[in-house]
């Protein structure tokens, strides 16, 4: 009996964190998500919402585009370095669009938490909590409003 609900509890863990990590995937910026219709149960407050911004190119720097995702607490996401041995990790896709150009990979400004985790044959899990940033250079249209995009 106690190795059912073992097995039962641990199958709930690993469901409820690849629809909470699958969830920043499908996130767009400005988009607040929370996944089973904006959390658990009905009305509830979105899980995790997410905003982005560009900053201006500097000198030989180009423009940079800031995702944040704010986390409510008691909860997490994975890293986007996740390992494939672990849970799925967090993806961020853009749209296609002639206004920017996506020059490099997303780079976490916050570093995530790293915990071995023996349901995943002791790989690490890499998490965030609270906030999570990150971080990719982009390069702006000629002549396009970055406040506009």
């Not at 720097?61 to 390992?83: C, N």
């Not at 967090?90 to 996506?102: D, V």
Request: hydrophobic letters at 40%.
């Amino acid at each position: 009996m106690w190795v059912d609900f073992r097995r039962w509890i641990i199958a709930t863990a690993i469901l409820a964190g690849l629809l909470v990590g699958s969830s920043m995937a499908m996130a767009q910026p400005g988009q607040r998500f929370g996944g089973f219709g904006g959390g658990f149960g009905a009305g509830g407050d979105p899980v995790v919402t997410v905003s982005a911004q560009f900053t201006a190119p500097s000198g030989a720097q180009p423009a940079r585009l800031f995702v944040t995702a704010e986390i409510k607490p008691d909860w997490h996401i994975y890293s986007i370095t996740q390992d494939e041995r672990g849970p799925i990790r967090t993806k961020i896709t853009l749209k296609p669009s002639s206004q920017y150009e996506l020059l490099g990979d997303f780079q976490a400004a916050t570093p995530p938490v790293g915990k071995k985790e023996k349901v995943f044959g002791d790989a690490v899990v890499e998490s965030h909590y609270g906030t999570a940033v990150w971080h990719a250079p982009v390069r702006l249209a000629s002549g396009g409003n970055p406040a506009e995009l």
